[in-house]
């Protein structure tokens, strides 16, 4: 995940100015991206792990299902950069955004909050 985000910070980066950005280098960051996500779509998600047992097979299967969806949006991203389409890669880079979220929202561990900070003396 941490080269997803990696990629996906430098491709959006890229897009924020699109003419002056260099298109096999946006075509591999998206590459990039559909290969890591294919790779995580084998990990158990920890949050998974936790679970009684009983809900592990389905949660796990809902988990693969949202990768795959993930991935359908890679490739269009991939044919959308390599027809230097940047409107409707602009987009896309949107849609991920949402599928990011949601897929952490569900599947991963929430984040436990800051410690508080101590009252100055
Ligand atoms: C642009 C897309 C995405 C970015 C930039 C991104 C980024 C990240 C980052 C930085 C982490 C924390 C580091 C790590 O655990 O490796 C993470 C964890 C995680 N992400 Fe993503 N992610 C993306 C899409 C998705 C999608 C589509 C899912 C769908 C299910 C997902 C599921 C998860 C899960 C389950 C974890 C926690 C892994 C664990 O606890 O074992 N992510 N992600």
Redesign the pocket.
Known sequence: ??I??????NLLRAMRAPDTAVPADCVLFAVN?REQ?LK?RD???????QMPQVEQAATLEK?QK??D??IVTTDKLIVTLKASDWESAKAL?DS??I??D???E????EEAPAPATPAAS
């Open positions: 995940m941490d997803i985000s990696e990629n996906f910070r991206i996500a995580s990990l158990i998600p920890l949050k998974i792990q988990f949202t990768i969806a993930f880079l991920m955004k599928e990011r949601e897929g952490h569900q599947f991963q561990i």
